[in-house]
């Protein structure tokens, strides 16, 4: 249906436009009209039309101002004018309005209907326009906090695939390097530090979590993860690496009067930590920060800035160098851990003097945390009296001497063996899984052995160790098995008396049949035909 207005003071012209429409429109369109300027403003409020004909000369308020006052409430309006007058002033200012005809009065049908065919057909695209903004506003509405929620985990897990996030990032208009964690945890009663019934609240919570990420996003221009127990973390970005005193406090501010609007809104009591700024790899622990600072006070916000539960460093101290020195020993990037260990033990040489304990408790530290992550990084084992002679090798070795540092050499060299045996250890866990698999293989290949049997032996699934095992051999374990019996088959039968039947049992098949078939699949000939062959 389309909503038609009517605006002329002459009572002919408003019936001659009825007709035509109702002729010509018939069941299409709603009519309604008025005879002066302030009825029509009046009417366009109440009714609001998709489409209005005006006159420009109404007793009063004359067309074009009115048009111009019902614009303001209903932009959208489509006018077409009607005029005895063909003046081109009023032409002009019609046009700046958005009018799509300008008539002279008197108009024929045909005319009429043609514009009216014309701004319909203007109604719908407008109407298909809104339906899809709908459609896709719709879709974000379900598809955004998905996304976001990815994001979340990616950055608090630390997720190994860094492209993943930064799809997220680009998904999300992410652009800043640096962001804080906040922690917005729910409960029916606050008790000292304690929520109260965190489950109850926590389904409650979920039933209205729609709600909530609107009244948080009102207050943070952020990223908001799911529902975690009772908890919500939320990702503030920041291009800063720390928050002056006065950005604090409105930011603590900000928190309390969020947990009273949340309060009001929704019967549920909140509490609000905020951990400290941080690069984005190190989200998880802003985030537990931002639950230390809650544990550690019992008012509704705690900033971890006013609570002894960030580490902070002294003025100076290299912070980021030994951050990216650990990160590349995890990861196992040899070169990248020795650049970063140069830079850290220039830094110390340049501001600690020679035989600074402080040096050698340092670098003790730090090659002791890169052995503690080559064994839990797994295929090495821990021996509890395997480094007795480092605290004497640290405080025996000269240091900060450009001639022989000897000091730096044993630091670098460690963390070097270090970051090697995290790679190494790996691959030859698997390289070992394998080796003892073929042991295996070769001394059962006569028995019925199956893909099972062999990952129960090695106590992994036989998922991991199929795909193992194609990714280091080359070949599947069927095609290994059978490669090995084939080759005990063509032994057998060159040099052996056997029957073909114990040759058959012997490498491992119970059915004559099938055994001839793989052979011929294998060597291209029956082994009748390989045994006659060797025999010549």
Excluded at 148 to 158: A, H, R
Excluded at 298 to 315: I, K, N, P, R
Excluded at 527 to 532: A, D, G, I
Aim: with cysteine; proline share 3%; glycine share 6%.
């Amino acid at each position: 249906m389309y909503k038609i207005m009517l605006a002329d003071d002459e009572g002919i012209v408003i019936q001659s436009l009825q007709f035509i429409i109702e002729k010509n429109f018939q069941g299409k369109c709603l009519v309604e009209f008025a005879k002066t300027g302030r009825k029509v403003i009046e009417l366009a409020e109440r009714f609001r039309p998709d489409i209005a004909f005006v006159d420009i000369q109404m007793p009063g308020i004359n067309g074009i101002d009115a048009m111009k006052e019902i614009q303001k409430t209903n932009p959208g309006i489509i006018f077409i004018v009607l005029s005895a007058y063909n003046k081109f002033d009023y032409a002009q200012k019609a046009i700046n309005l958005g009018v799509i005809e300008y008539l002279n009065k008197p108009v024929s049908q045909k005319v009429i209907v043609e514009v009216l065919c014309r701004a319909m057909k203007q109604v719908d695209e407008k109407r298909e326009k809104r339906s899809n903004d709908l459609m896709i506003k719709e879709k974000l509405e379900i598809v955004v906090p998905i996304i976001e929620n990815g994001f979340i985990y990616s950055i608090m897990f630390q997720d190994h695939f860094t492209k993943d996030i930064d799809n997220y990032r680009n998904m999300l208009g992410i652009t800043q390097d640096y962001g804080y964690m906040l922690a917005v945890v729910s409960g029916q009663t606050q008790k000292g530090n304690y929520m109260t019934n965190a489950v109850g609240t926590s389904i409650k919570a979920q039933l209205n979590y729609r709600k909530i990420r609107e009244m948080v996003k009102e207050e943070y221009p952020c990223i908001i993860g799911s529902i975690m127990s009772n908890k919500i973390p939320v990702f503030v970005p920041c291009e800063i690496k720390k928050l002056d005193y006065n950005d604090r406090i409105d930011l603590i501010e900000k928190s309390r009067n969020l947990t009273r609007k949340l309060k009001n809104v929704l019967g549920i009591s909140f509490r609000i930590g905020i951990g400290c700024i941080r690069p984005l790899n190190e989200s998880m622990e802003s985030y537990n920060e931002a639950l230390k600072a809650l544990i550690n006070t019992t008012g509704s916000v705690a900033h971890a800035d006013d609570l002894t539960v960030c580490c902070h460093y002294e003025e100076g101290y290299p912070v980021e160098v030994e951050k990216s020195l650990l990160g590349s020993l995890k990861e196992g990037n040899t070169a990248e851990c020795i650049r970063q260990a140069n830079l850290f033990y220039d830094w110390m040489a340049e501001n600690y003097p020679a035989g600074d304990p402080n040096v050698r408790l340092k670098i003790l530290e730090l090659v002791l945390f890169a052995e503690h992550e080559v064994f839990f990084s797994g295929g090495m084992t821990y021996l509890f009296s395997g480094r007795g002679n480092y605290l004497e090798e640290v405080t025996g070795l000269q240091d900060n001497s450009k001639d022989n540092p000897l000091l730096k050499q044993w630091f670098i060299s460690k963390l070097t063996q270090a970051c090697q045996n995290i790679i190494v250890k790996k691959e030859g866990n698997s390289n070992s899984m394998i080796k003892k698999a073929r042991d295996y293989i070769r001394l059962n290949y006569k028995k019925d052995i199956s893909l099972d049997d062999i990952s129960r032996e090695l106590d992994i699934s036989p998922y991991y160790f199929s795909k193992l095992f194609k990714d280091l051999t080359g070949t599947n374990f069927v095609e290994y098995l059978t490669n090995i019996r084939i080759e005990k088959a063509k032994t057998l039968l060159k040099d052996s008396k056997k029957s073909m039947k114990e040759i058959c049992l012997e490498v491992g098949y119970s059915d004559p049949n099938y055994f001839s078939r793989i052979f011929k699949k294998c060597t291209g000939k029956t082994p009748t035909e390989y045994k006659e062959e060797s025999l010549l």
